[in-house]
């Protein structure tokens, strides 16, 4: 009999940023090639996750990427989001500075539930609104590049940058055999596992929040009913 071929690696990749700048068009679009048009873009919010299954450097890779599912509106991000996380899609609108100002205050959230080697990517969203851009590339290149972090610019609506931005990050990954070659990558800080983040100031209620999930069921879920 051949020998069986390799299991495929698992990956898992979080979006995150503040509300509105296009987390869940960017995973609609990478995943389903779709895009909906921005008046009803908002019931798509609650998108979850999706399964994708991607060849990179020879190697069967499947990928599992979350979305917070509106939980940022909510100014906290469960902890239990961020675990066993390999690669972080850290994503602002190009047309609005406050959703790129606020980026550090992912970053500092990023230091305290994820290992430094995880994989980031900052993603400068909405770039079909070149007309109304309020953050220069240079700039963002200059702050990626401070924070150890890729950079690209992209568009959910006209798909520009979308593929290249999850390849980059898995390649990366694939790169760094410490991420996925051992049986649990990449665990959040040890305490953290309680605790509710805050990435804005300001008020925040872990426990009451819709977005406050089991995700580790709903990974082994995606597991069994990915038609992918
Ligand atoms: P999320 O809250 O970060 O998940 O953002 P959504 O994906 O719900 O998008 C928020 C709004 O921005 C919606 O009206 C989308 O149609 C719109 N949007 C998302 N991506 C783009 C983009 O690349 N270009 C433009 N022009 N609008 C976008």
């Not at 020998?3 to 960017?26: E, F, R, T, Y």
């Not at 963002?140 to 972090?149: I, L, N, P, V």
Request: hydrophobic fraction near 35%.
């Amino acid at each position: 009999m051949p020998p069986a071929p390799d299991p495929p690696i698992n990956v898992k990749l979080l979006l995150i940023g503040n509300s509105s700048v296009g987390k869940s068009s960017l995973l609609l679009r990478f995943s389903d090639e779709q895009w909906l048009p921005e008046d009803e873009a908002s019931a798509t919010i609650g998108v979850d996750f999706r399964v994708h299954k991607m060849d990179v450097k020879g190697k069967k890779v499947k990928l599992s990427i979350w979305d917070t599912a509106g939980q940022e509106r909510f100014r906290t991000i469960t902890s239990s989001y961020y675990r066993g996380a390999q690669g972080i899609i850290l994503v602002y609108d190009v047309s609005s500075r406050e959703t790129f100002d606020a980026l550090p205050r992912w970053f500092s959230e990023l230091e305290t539930y994820v290992s430094e080697s995880v994989v980031k990517i900052i993603v400068g969203n909405k770039v079909d609104k070149e007309y109304s851009r309020q953050v220069p590339t240079a700039e963002a290149e200059k702050f990626a590049e401070r924070m150890g972090s890729l950079f690209v610019e992209a568009s959910a609506k006209t798909a520009v940058g979308v593929r290249e931005t999850f390849r980059n990050v898995v390649e990366h990954i694939i790169d760094t055999p410490e991420l996925w070659g051992t049986a649990s990558p990449a665990e959040g800080k040890r305490g953290a596992k309680t605790k509710t983040a805050t990435p804005a100031s300001g008020r925040g209620s872990g426990g009451t929040m819709p977005g406050n999930i089991d995700l580790g069921a709903q990974e082994q879920a995606a597991d069994g009913g990915c038609s992918c």
